[in-house]
């Protein structure tokens, strides 16, 4: 009964919210002056029901120091390289909730991380509206079309779908290293990374992605795209 009970225990998702808060000119997403972060986290701190922990600077470098195989990668990132790097690598390493300073959620998390989830961002066309149709880092290849996003996302610790994420950054960034556009950011460690490795391993991982439409009901992407400018995401 008591190796029941801590296999149990062993398969929740930890109740915490993790947020990644550096490189930006605000002490916590409070006193940003842009109010969808400001919106963003009192919903969280309301409805979350967990723990939320704020990563800073210092934080995320002390947490890549004990996984030297990636720190390579996050030395030679930008900001928002950096942040998209260390949301997977927080997770892996802990379990529990990352959440992008401006969702909006309206929900508690308890109702929705009874196993790993992830949530379908949009559908991409197949077309020429297709949002990589005419981007050089591409090389011609189209998004997948059904784009799974990184702005949320829940799991248990030590999850491998993580290292598929930072495995595929790895070997994209050989190839490129720095961004030259906006949407090499996209492609390089966010969610196209993200979109690749769950439709390559869904089929041999416990992976769940949440539909679009039903992750409207729990959560809201404000889309601050801040880090379009300044480096914060």
């Known amino acids: ?13 930890p109740s915490i919210v993790h947020m990644i808060w550096y490189g930006v ?19 969280i ?46 997770v892996y390493h802990c379990g529990g909730t990352y959440l992008d300073a401006d969702v909006v959620l309206k929900k508690p998390l308890a109702n929705i991380t009874a196993n790993e989830c992830f949530f379908i961002e949009n559908i991409v066309p197949l077309s020429r509206n297709n949002p990589g149709y005419y ?11 059904i784009r799974i996003a990184n702005y949320a996302f829940s799991s248990k610790p030590k999850h491998p779908i993580f290292l598929e994420f930072l495995a595929e950054i790895r070997r994209r960034m050989f190839i490129q290293r720095a961004p030259k556009r906006d949407y090499d950011v996209l492609y390089l460690t966010g969610p196209d990374v993200v979109t690749s490795a769950i439709h390559a ?4 991982m416990p992976i769940n992605v949440v539909s679009k439409l039903a992750s409207n009901g729990i959560i809201q992407h ?12």
């Open 1 to 13: 009964m008591e190796e029941e009970r801590e296999n149990g225990e062993s398969n929740k998702i």
């Open 45 to 90: 701190v309301k409805n979350s029901m967990c723990e939320i922990k704020l990563w800073t600077k210092s934080d995320c470098e002390y947490l890549v120091q004990q996984y030297p195989e990636y720190e390579g990668i996050y030395r030679a990132a930008n900001n928002i390289m950096k942040y998209d790097i260390m949301r997977y690598l927080i």
């Open 201 to 204: 391993a869904k089929k041999t």
């Open 222 to 233: 404000t889309c601050a795209g801040a880090w379009r400018n300044t480096g914060r995401g």
């Open 25 to 43: 000119d605000a002490p916590s997403p409070l006193h940003h002056a842009n109010e969808k972060y400001r919106r963003g986290y009192n919903s």
């Open 135 to 145: 981007e050089p880092i591409r090389k011609g290849v189209l998004e997948h079309p």
